[in-house]
């Protein structure tokens, strides 16, 4: 069971680019990371999932360096709008068993 | 196609009622996990069901708590004799198959014990 760890909050302006880090150092061979959004009072939503290297979607960017210890969740020019709880997580390929979050971090977005 | 449903939204119960919570996940979809989530709190693992099977409750109170997914109709989240300390929010997830990547959360069910 990897175990994640990622800052408790962070602040940003409107504009600006956000990196969110998080930790997996006994990260396994089959597994995969994935980072899910929370507003408040809504469920959890998908953004963005990887293996290794960088994938992006239309809402993020994922960077996984070559020894996969950790990942970064980039936001491009975020809004007010992307004030939310973001969850990484880490979960065995084929086996939904382990999908457990942490407490994630509260990133504050200010006009 | 809906997304994963869940009634009610919010339920309020008085200390000893009995609290049930009712997950429909997405068409096609045949697991689902149960979470409880506290204000400024993460989500916490409470259970995880395949259709008549419970695959893992381990995070689940082994008293007064009890979880379901029937072969036909939602999955049930069933709260005995509530106490103030059960309230919180509880969201259900599911899946299509344990090769998924993505997990479809509900709005949840803010249960509310007075």
């Known amino acids: 069971l990897a175990k994640t760890t990622q800052p408790i909050s962070m602040d940003s302006y409107e504009g600006q680019e956000v990196n969110i880090t998080c930790s997996h150092n006994n990260i396994a061979t089959n597994d995969y990371i994935t980072w899910y959004q929370q507003f408040p009072s809504q469920g959890p939503r998908f953004i963005i999932q990887?293996?290794?290297t960088k994938v992006t979607n239309e809402v993020a960017s994922l960077f996984i360096p070559a020894d996969r210890k950790s990942s970064t969740l980039s936001l491009p020019r975020v809004s007010l709008s992307d004030t939310a709880v973001y969850y990484c997580?880490?979960?065995?390929?084929?086996?939904?068993?382990?999908?457990?979050f942490g407490a994630g971090t509260r990133l504050t977005v200010k006009p | 196609n809906a997304g994963v449903m869940q009634n009610p939204r919010h339920l309020v119960r008085r200390r000893g009622q009995e609290a049930r919570l009712r997950c429909s996940p997405m068409?096609?979809?045949?697991?689902v996990y149960w979470y409880r989530q506290l204000p400024e709190e993460g989500l916490k693992f409470m259970v995880y069901?395949?259709?008549?099977?419970?695959?893992?409750e381990s995070g689940m109170p082994k008293e007064r708590f009890s979880a379901e997914f029937p072969k036909e109709g939602p999955s049930i989240l069933r709260i005995q004799q509530v106490v103030r300390g059960d309230s919180a929010a509880y969201f259900c997830a599911s899946w299509k198959d344990r090769e998924d990547t993505e997990a479809f959360f509900g709005q949840g069910t803010r249960l509310t014990v007075v």
């Open positions: 069901l395949q259709k008549e099977n419970i695959i893992d």
């Open positions: 990887g293996y290794k």
């Open positions: 997580l880490v979960v065995p390929l084929g086996d939904n068993n382990d999908m457990r």
């Open positions: 068409k096609g979809h045949s697991h």
